[in-house]
């Protein structure tokens, strides 16, 4: 998200993200949760929509990557 503090804002393109997704995958994580609301202390809550909008171009990034590199796609 915009005002993430988890990252501290590292991960703000799609290349980011992946490269990420990727060091994560190599180091044996099972299971990623990607959001589109942060989670900080004091967040203004999003819409519904705005969690979709911010969330999806990822989540499908993600999927179509991990076909193509895990699955000899």
């Known amino acids: 998200t915009p005002d993430s ?3 501290g804002g ?3 393109t799609k290349d980011d993200v992946l490269n990420h997704v990727d ?3 190599q ?3 099972d299971v990623m949760e990607v959001n589109g609301q942060t989670t900080r202390p004091g967040f203004t809550e999003v819409t519904p929509q705005v969690e ?3 969330s ?3 989540i ?3 999927k179509a990557r991990s076909r193509k590199r895990y699955s000899g796609r």
């Open 5 to 7: 503090f988890f990252d």
């Open 52 to 54: 979709l909008d911010r």
């Open 60 to 62: 499908g990034a993600i």
């Open 27 to 29: 180091a044996g994580a």
């Open 23 to 25: 060091a994560m995958l």
């Open 10 to 12: 590292q991960y703000k």
């Open 56 to 58: 999806l171009p990822y």
